[in-house]
Structures are given as structure tokens and as C-alpha cells.
């Protein structure tokens, strides 16, 4: 069965730290994984892509990694900041052009 | 550049109602669209996509239907709708890129559905 596991379910950390979210997959044929960020209330926002052959993108202070042969991937999120709080998707495309599986989200709260 | 636009924004409806949520996009021709729905503390759920104007796919048995009347418009419609209707919907654009993995989806603003 095709699916997008995200751990933790939630965060809280405080400003100015680290802090990585991870994604386990078992979507196959696999085609390429794509962090998402969420505000509340709004359609969520791509951070990263990657397909197999890659192993780390980064978007500022994003950065993403993948291993294929164990289907997993993180976010690591450098110096946090207040508005980093959102929900984070990891999201597995399973064939070319095609549909999505979507994780349920990691909720991340950065505080004061 | 391309945008995407959803309205309403909210909405709040009876049991038993219409539906009628409309998505449009500029800037981009062709696109392939898709509905999705977000309950609660829940993932995404792909509801239905259009990869041409009149050509709809169903992705789940379900009370909603969709439509593509135009190249960059997407309809979700309901004639009655349920209790377990409730959720936010997002409708996003995407295109096959022509290198494999380039694919990707840009999600509108979204709409948050309340049946009561």
C-alpha cells in the first residue's frame, strides 16, 4: 500500500533553534518527494523537490534530504523563526505527472 | 506568473444545500487540475482531477462532482450536501514536466466549508 508517514505529529521549539521533521515512504513506483509548508488557514506553499537521484535540496534555511534505498527523508529547518510556525507536508509523487500521497503533516510551533 | 484563485473564501451551509465552489487560474494554459480535501488534523485527500476541459477523473466514491467548463476554471458541486462534507478545499495547478521528477502542484488559497 502507498503511503507517507511524518514524525514527530508535533513540535514545539524555540526561536533561533534547529530542528529536523522526518518522512518515511512506501509509495512505489516512487517519482519524487516535495516538502510542503502550510500555513493555517492557507493552501500550502512548495519548500523543496527532489527525485531519486538527488539526496539533498535546499531552500534557504530548508533543507531536505532523501535516501531512496531506505525511502526516507527530513526537513531540516536552520535558525528558526516565528514564522516557520505551519504544518509541514511531505508528499511522495508514485509515477510521472501524477497523483500524490500525501503525509498527514508535522504541526510546528516556534516560540519566543 | 501564474495565480490560482478560489471563492469563497468561507462558507457556511445546511444540510441538504447546493454546493458550488469555483477555481480558476491565470497565466498558464492547459494546466492540469485538481480538487482536494483537508478535514480536520488530516491529510490531503485527492478528490478529483482534469488534465483537459470537460475530462474529470473521481478519485473516491463520494456526494461532490466536479466540472471543467473552461481551459483554467474547476467547479465542485454538490447537490446535497452532508454533515461529513465539512472540510477545507483546495483546488491546485500543475503541468507534466518534461523531465521526469519536474512535476508539481501550486495549491490555491483554499475554502473552508462548514455544513451544519
Given at each position: 500500500k502507498n503511503q507517507v508517514e511524518q514524525s514527530p505529529q508535533?513540535?514545539?521549539?524555540?526561536?533561533?533553534?534547529?530542528?529536523?521533521?522526518?518522512?518515511?515512504?512506501?509509495?512505489s513506483p516512487f517519482s519524487n518527494?516535495?516538502?510542503?509548508?502550510?500555513?493555517?488557514?492557507?493552501?500550502p506553499v512548495s519548500l523543496t523537490i527532489m527525485t531519486f537521484s538527488e539526496n539533498t535540496k535546499s531552500?534557504?534555511?530548508y533543507t531536505a534530504t532523501l535516501d531512496a534505498d531506505t525511502k526516507q527523508s527530513s526537513l531540516h529547518i536552520t535558525a528558526s523563526q516565528l514564522s516557520d510556525s505551519a504544518s509541514y507536508i511531505c508528499v511522495v509523487s508514485f509515477h510521472q505527472?501524477?497523483?500524490l500521497i500525501f503525509g498527514q503533516g508535522t504541526e510546528l510551533s516556534v516560540k519566543p | 506568473s501564474q495565480t490560482i484563485h478560489?471563492?469563497?473564501?468561507?462558507?457556511?451551509?445546511?444540510?441538504?444545500?447546493?454546493?458550488?465552489?469555483?477555481?480558476?487560474?491565470?497565466?498558464t494554459s492547459n494546466p492540469n487540475l485538481y480538487w482536494?480535501?483537508?478535514?480536520?488534523?488530516?491529510?490531503l485527500q485527492l478528490l478529483f482531477y482534469s488534465v483537459g476541459i470537460g475530462q474529470i477523473s473521481s478519485e473516491v466514491p463520494q456526494n461532490l462532482s466536479a466540472s471543467r467548463p473552461q481551459d483554467r476554471q474547476f467547479i465542485l458541486s454538490s447537490k446535497k450536501l452532508?454533515?461529513?462534507?465539512?472540510?477545507f478545499y483546495l483546488c491546485a495547478w500543475g503541468r507534466t514536466g518534461k523531465l521526469k521528477g519536474t512535476d508539481t502542484q501550486y495549491f490555491g488559497p483554499g475554502t473552508r466549508l462548514t455544513v451544519l
Open positions: 508535533s513540535l514545539i521549539i524555540l526561536e533561533g533553534k534547529n530542528c529536523t521533521l522526518q518522512c518515511n515512504y512506501t509509495v518527494l516535495r516538502w510542503y509548508k502550510q500555513d493555517t488557514g492557507r493552501g531552500n534557504g534555511r505527472g501524477g497523483k | 478560489q471563492w469563497p473564501a468561507t462558507l457556511v451551509q445546511p444540510v441538504g444545500s447546493p454546493l458550488s465552489l469555483e477555481c480558476t487560474v491565470e497565466g482536494y480535501r483537508q478535514a480536520a488534523g488530516r491529510g452532508l454533515l461529513s462534507d465539512s472540510g
